[in-house]
């Protein structure tokens, strides 16, 4: 292993790969702009350009997430990603090849140059399946539809709301009304001690779990579906 390759994994460990960085220490660009683990156990790595050291920058964060985590699977995310480095996409396309995990590729209208050439040689060497919407530079084998709009928000934020242009109707001034308790707090005691059971102690509040945050990127919450029914299926039948 290369000195670049144990440069890259320190910074892999130290959650340096886990946002979106532009440069290495030494200021050389960072080919790999992400990686982090998605739904507990999907792999999830995005490329912003195809470039000599991208298999490197790979192993490093792929080392790193596995150390602590159970990867069931992978989204390679080529969408607005670019490269003139073929040798670097078939470099890139042997690591995937080796891992024997299912693969999802993401790629759309503004997947450029090498990544192309990546998504094409994992698609044909049936070592992935291609997730895009139309257009897309790849002929996806999973096409889902997007809005233009959202796409680039989306692919920076997945989490984020939508845009929608939807116009919510709201019901009259009185239409509610009628769907209200109107019982009264006195109302509810003089029930309970009515039937006997003031002296009850009351039941502890209910505290509401924190909600786990969802995908809302079409694209990449239907590829992690895909992995990790996959990881189902393997898991009955080995």
């Given at each position: 292993?290369?000195?670049?390759?144990?440069?890259?994994?320190?910074?892999?460990?130290?959650?340096?790969?886990?946002a979106p960085v532009l440069?290495?220490?030494?200021?050389?660009?960072?080919?790999?702009?992400?990686?982090?683990?998605?739904?507990?156990?999907?792999?999830?790595?995005?490329?912003?350009?195809?470039?000599?050291?991208?298999?490197?920058?790979?192993?490093?964060?792929?080392?790193?997430?596995?150390?602590?985590?159970?990867?069931?699977?992978?989204?390679?995310?080529?969408?607005?990603?670019?490269?003139?480095?073929?040798?670097?996409?078939?470099?890139?396309?042997?690591?995937?090849?080796?891992?024997?995990?299912?693969?999802?590729?993401?790629?759309?209208?503004?997947?450029?140059?090498?990544?192309?050439?990546?998504?094409?040689?994992?698609?044909?060497?049936?070592?992935?399946?291609?997730?895009?919407?139309?257009?897309?530079?790849?002929?996806?084998?999973?096409?889902?539809?997007?809005?233009?709009?959202?796409?680039?928000?989306?692919?920076e934020n997945p989490y984020?709301?939508?845009?929608?242009?939807?116009?919510?109707?709201?019901?009259?001034?009185?239409?509610?009304?009628?769907?209200?308790?109107?019982?009264?707090?006195?109302?509810?005691?003089?029930?309970?001690?009515?039937?006997?059971?003031?002296?009850?102690?009351?039941?502890?509040?209910?505290?509401?779990?924190?909600?786990k945050p969802v995908i809302?990127?079409?694209?990449?919450?239907?590829?992690?579906?895909?992995?990790?029914?996959?990881?189902?299926?393997?898991?009955?039948?080995?």
């Amino acid at each position: 292993m290369t000195q670049r390759f144990f440069k890259l994994l320190i910074l892999a460990l130290t959650g340096l790969l886990a946002a979106p960085v532009l440069a290495h220490a030494d200021g050389t660009s960072l080919a790999l702009a992400k990686s982090e683990i998605l739904e507990g156990n999907v792999e999830y790595l995005c490329v912003s350009h195809v470039a000599a050291g991208l298999p490197d920058e790979i192993s490093a964060a792929n080392h790193a997430l596995t150390a602590t985590n159970k990867i069931v699977g992978t989204i390679l995310d080529l969408r607005f990603a670019d490269g003139d480095d073929a040798a670097a996409a078939t470099a890139t396309a042997n690591l995937f090849a080796a891992k024997k995990l299912p693969l999802a590729i993401l790629v759309n209208g503004r997947t450029r140059g090498a990544a192309v050439t990546l998504a094409t040689v994992l698609r044909e060497s049936r070592v992935g399946l291609v997730f895009g919407s139309t257009p897309a530079a790849v002929k996806p084998d999973i096409s889902v539809e997007e809005n233009p709009a959202d796409e680039k928000k989306l692919f920076e934020n997945p989490y984020a709301a939508p845009a929608t242009n939807e116009v919510v109707a709201l019901p009259g001034t009185n239409d509610f009304l009628s769907l209200v308790d109107h019982t009264s707090e006195a109302d509810l005691v003089r029930a309970k001690i009515k039937d006997g059971d003031e002296f009850e102690n009351p039941p502890p509040p209910h505290v509401a779990e924190p909600q786990k945050p969802v995908i809302r990127d079409p694209v990449l919450a239907r590829a992690a579906d895909l992995i990790k029914g996959l990881a189902i299926v393997r898991e009955f039948h080995p």
